[in-house]
């Protein structure tokens, strides 16, 4: 069964640290995606990556860093310098041929306080 | 910009009534889906449909109904709504069908209450 786990909760850290938010996936396919999806106050989920299985290099976009490990089946996700509007609920998601496509797991989110 | 709407942010109803939800997307999406979000538990998926009039159920569809009539227009329908039914409804849409790279796009959520 397919399964996404943020073990997370919360994390609260003080602005210009960084910070790492864990994900941790499960899938017997061997061909999948993995989503990274940022939710503000305002409750809107807004997408910020995705990675193919096949595709095991790391990405890095300003701030934001995600770290591929198929070997621990991992998708972890840091920002550079944290800021107070990186404060937000962050989802790791999944979604694999084994759902058609059409079903995308989610993980129960990790909520992130940066502190001026 | 491309954008999904819910017709509230916020709602108030008592046990036992008839409650709607609508979702509207401006992007000509094939694909739509209802989801509920709670603490500790993400996002869980209720019912999606990957085309007019077609609905498909998702993980948690108990207690709930869908329509869609029109591509842009995606309703769930709490047909007796329950004290259980208290939470954040998401709406979201995404363009093809059955690709597993497409990301989704999501309206603000609804926040219902069920006294």
């Known amino acids: 069964a397919q399964k996404v786990t943020q073990a997370q909760t919360e994390i609260s850290v003080v602005e210009k640290e960084d910070v790492t938010l864990d994900c941790v996936y499960e899938t017997r396919d061997t061909t999948y995606y993995l989503f990274w999806y940022k939710q503000p106050p305002s409750g809107e989920l807004v997408f910020l990556i995705r990675r193919n299985s096949f595709d095991e290099q790391n990405e890095i976009s300003g701030r934001y860093s995600w770290n591929f490990q198929k070997s621990t089946s991992s998708f972890n996700f840091t920002i550079t310098a944290s800021q107070v509007v990186d404060s937000a609920v962050y989802f790791c998601a999944l979604s694999d041929s084994n759902t058609g496509g059409f079903k995308t797991i989610f993980g129960a989110g990790t909520r992130l306080f940066v502190k001026a | ?115």
């Not at chain 2, 999406?29 to 979000?37: G, K, L, V």
């Not at chain 2, 329908?77 to 989704?104: F, H, K, V, W």
Request: charged share 30%; net charge negative; hydrophobic share 30%.
């Open chain 2, 1 to 115: 910009d491309v954008k999904v709407t819910q017709s509230s942010r916020y709602l108030v109803k008592r046990t036992g009534e008839k409650v709607f939800l609508e979702c509207v997307q401006d992007m000509d999406h094939e694909n739509m889906f209802w989801y509920r979000q709670d603490p500790g538990l993400g996002l869980r998926l209720i019912y999606f449909s990957y085309d007019v009039k077609m609905k498909e159920k998702g993980d948690i569809p108990e207690g709930y109904s869908v329509s869609r009539e029109k591509k842009e227009r995606f309703s769930l329908i709490l047909e007796s709504a329950s004290t259980n039914q208290t939470s954040m409804y998401l709406c979201a849409s995404r363009p093809d069908g059955g690709e597993l790279d497409n990301e989704q796009f999501f309206g603000p959520g609804t926040r219902l209450t069920v006294l």
